[in-house]
């Protein structure tokens, strides 16, 4: 076996950049070399039987999860998805835009890449890509620092988590796979720069320690660094939410069935009866194209998709023709707005008295009809007892056709301004002639007359009252003058202060 791997490189002229085998068929080898090539070679026969060829040097590559498809990273800054056994590209789409070298990983049985490059600013950066439409990555780059050193990616099938490794990096951060993006977790950090890391295949790892992940780092090319990530739990018995089937050692298929082209994923291994102690009990797969209706394992409930990206058709999209923007007219001049303004008045005059043509009689106004205020010239000159008898309180009107009557309340000085708002007119002014001016002066004079004397009457008793306080304030103002006279060549006792300040407070309530 070794003779026959040596033949195997003899053969390639150029430096080899990448080994990878099949993940599922036996003895399928995958190596990338500086002609811009990557050979699949038939260890078994000792020969290249397939090539892909690219357009510049290859950066990095992976394989699907059944062995019949590879994603490629070059130095040109294309992505390629390649039906490996067509020998061509299914899809070339633009990948990171920066210069420094670009890594990719098939996330094992999802139809998703995960590539990890460098921006034009020279920033690190991390893309999810569906192989289905691979035109730009899901959500855009996600930016993830600005360190110089080539990020490496690498995907753990069981937990759905993405570690990414740093060339010259200390850490190790992992993400988890969640509804189409990346949700950060936490991150490994070390003093130890690492010039290489790999990991251990999960049917590897120490189960009774809830260990899910381990990884080997190399330190200053001296010597190897194991990493192990553990789920923190206190629980003994084996823990299945973590520890789904994985992939076994046992191929799908042989090389000739896959040159033939049979697809198929490996069986895979139960690890609980290797936490168990006993031999790795092997579960069958059934096959499972990736680019046929599959669904990712994380999420619950599954949920149908889009059959054979490869072969679907785009079909453009017609462009609508959006309508000219209307222009708009200069603005009006004063002159035509005063016309328009105009025109519109006269326009709603005519509309009122055709409604007022129309409807004669059978309509009434909803308005309050208002009487025309009567000539002081004509009213008449009360008596001396009609007089005495307003200064007591307003008498109740007679029921006469004219204004409604007002209650006979005592005038506060707070009512006097609401009084000439209870006089209201008719109910149906439409029926009522208007009054003539000799029963105007003989019903309507005597209340308003008897209102304005009983005004008077208040405004002089609040006069009266007025100088009465001006005369108490001026005689309680003397009084504390002369208190301050008495006292001011002396020191006063608290009880003449106190009254000084009982006179001020009085005082100043009288002014209030």
Aim: hydrophobic content about 35%.
């Amino acid at each position: 076996m070794q003779q026959q791997a040596g033949d195997l490189l003899t053969k390639t002229h150029r430096k080899v950049g990448h080994v990878l085998f099949n993940p599922a068929a036996e003895n399928i080898l995958a190596t990338s070399s500086g002609d811009y090539t990557v050979k699949l070679w038939d260890v078994e026969a000792g020969s290249p039987r397939l090539t892909l060829k690219h357009t510049d040097i290859v950066q990095s590559l992976s394989w699907s999860a059944n062995g019949s498809l590879i994603v490629t990273t070059s130095r040109d800054k294309k992505l390629r998805i390649w039906d490996v056994r067509q020998e061509k590209a299914a899809h070339v789409v633009p990948g990171h835009a920066g210069a420094k070298n670009s890594r990719v990983t098939w996330m094992g049985e999802l139809d998703r890449i995960a590539t990890t490059g460098f921006s034009k600013m020279s920033d690190r950066q991390l893309g999810l890509w569906d192989i289905r439409d691979p035109k730009e990555p899901i959500g855009g780059f996600e930016m993830l620092d600005s360190i110089s050193g080539v990020c490496m990616p690498f995907w753990d099938e069981s937990t759905q988590c993405l570690y990414l490794a740093g060339k010259g990096d200390g850490n190790i951060r992992y993400f988890e796979y969640s509804q189409d993006k990346f949700e950060f977790l936490s991150e490994y950090k070390s003093a130890d720069p690492q010039r290489g890391v790999a990991f251990l295949p999960k049917r590897g790892i120490n189960t009774h320690e809830n260990e899910v992940m381990r990884a080997f780092k190399t330190v200053n090319d001296s010597y190897i660094e194991p990493i192990s990530f553990i789920v923190p739990r206190r629980a003994e018995v084996f823990q299945d939410d973590i520890y789904p089937p994985v992939f076994g050692s046992n191929p799908a298929m042989s090389s000739k069935e896959w040159f033939d082209g049979k697809e198929g994923f490996p069986a895979k291994i139960d690890l609980a009866s290797v936490h168990a102690g006993e031999g790795p009990t092997e579960i069958p797969a059934g096959d499972k194209p990736v680019l046929k209706d599959s669904t990712p394992l994380q999420p619950p409930a599954p949920v149908k998709k889009d059959a054979d990206p490869v072969k679907k058709e785009v079909v453009p999209v017609k462009e609508v023709k959006q309508p000219p923007p209307a222009l708009r007219a200069p603005p009006p001049s004063m002159k035509e707005q005063a016309g328009s303004i105009a025109n519109l008045a006269s326009k709603f005059a005519d509309k009122d008295d055709d409604n007022s043509d129309r409807d004669g009689d059978e309509d009434t106004s909803s308005f309050e009809e208002v009487w025309k205020p009567v000539d002081r010239s004509q009213r008449v000159i009360p008596k001396a007892e009609d007089r005495s008898e307003a200064r007591g309180h307003v008498k109740a009107p007679s029921t006469t056709p004219g204004p409604s009557s007002v209650p006979a309340t005592p005038l506060s000085r707070h009512s006097v301004e609401t009084v000439p708002a209870q006089i209201k007119p008719p109910a149906s002014p439409a029926t009522v002639s208007p009054p003539s001016s000799s029963s105007i002066s003989t019903s309507t004079n005597q209340p308003i007359h008897s209102y304005l004397l009983d005004i008077k009457s208040l405004l002089e008793e609040q006069t009266r009252t007025m100088s009465a306080q001006t005369d108490k304030i001026a005689q309680l103002s003397a009084e504390v003058d002369t208190l301050k006279t008495t006292l001011s060549g002396r020191r006063s006792n608290a009880e003449k202060d106190e009254r000084i300040r009982a006179l001020e407070l009085e005082l100043e309530g009288l002014r209030s």
